[in-house]
T-cell receptor, first 111, second 114 residues
Framework: AQSVTQPDIHITVSEGASLELRCNYSYGATPYLFWYVQSPGQGLQLLLKYFSGDTLVQGIKGFEAEFKRSQSSFNLRKPSVHWSDAAEYFCAVGPRDKVIFGPGTSLSVIP | DADVTQTPRNRITKTGKRIMLECSQTKGHDRMYWYRQDPGLGLRLIYYSFDVKDINKGEISDGYSVSRQAQAKFSLSLESAIPNQTALYFC?????????????FGPGTRLTVL
């Protein structure tokens, strides 16, 4: 059965600091992988996606993620966090037609 | 105008009442989904539809029903609402022809069942 874990429920970083959000998954085949962001009071927006090719994927808003098959991970990174990045971040994994979402990581940014 | 809209945005109702949440999209997508979001649990799939004649149960369909009235409209009903259905509900769409099938979300409906 497929599953997604995001080990960090809540992370606080200072503005300008680097960020890494962790995502680990369990899936029997090569999955489709996604990161979504949910700003307060908003729906989810796609940050980036991966299925094949270069394992380092670039997304919107300066985010990137790296797929590591050996570790079953798809961690999200940003070199310098902005106050506007404060939001909830969801990793999603699965076959093309129906993904499942992780529990989310809430990011707070300190000025 | 937003591509995926949900009505109402907020709703407070009482136990036992029938509630309908509506979703409309202008993206022309074939696939539509209903999720509920609870703190610490992420999004869980309630129902999904790959076209007007195709309705499928998701992970947590008990207590819910859906209707796909047209390609652009997908409604979620709670036949007899109960307090543990208090949650944030999202509608999403995706394109059958897209490589990744990424989903596009509405703004959500916050439902409170007293």
């Amino acid at each position: 059965a497929q599953s997604v874990t995001q080990p960090d429920i809540h992370i606080t970083v200072s503005e300008g600091a680097s960020l890494e959000l962790r995502c680990n998954y369990s899936y029997g085949a090569t999955p489709y992988l996604f990161w979504y962001v949910q700003s307060p009071g908003q729906g989810l927006q796609l940050l980036l996606k991966y299925f094949s090719g270069d394992t380092l994927v670039q997304g919107i808003k300066g985010f990137e993620a790296e797929f590591k098959r050996s570790q079953s991970s798809f961690n999200l990174r940003k070199p310098s966090v902005h106050w506007s990045d404060a939001a909830e971040y969801f990793c999603a994994v699965g076959p093309r037609d129906k993904v499942i979402f992780g529990p989310g990581t809430s990011l707070s940014v300190i000025p | 105008d937003a591509d995926v809209t949900q009505t109402p945005r907020n709703r407070i109702t009482k136990t036992g009442k029938r509630i309908m949440l509506e979703c409309s999209q202008t993206k022309g997508h074939d696939r539509m989904y209903w999720y509920r979001q609870d703190p610490g649990l992420g999004l869980r799939l309630i129902y999904y539809s790959f076209d007007v004649k195709d309705i499928n149960k998701g992970e947590i369909s008990d207590g819910y029903s859906v209707s796909r009235q047209a390609q652009a409209k997908f409604s979620l009903s709670l036949e007899s609402a109960i307090p543990n259905q208090t949650a944030l509900y999202f509608c999403a769409t995706s394109d059958l022809g897209g490589t990744y099938n990424e989903q596009f979300f509405g703004p959500g409906t916050r439902l409170t069942v007293l």
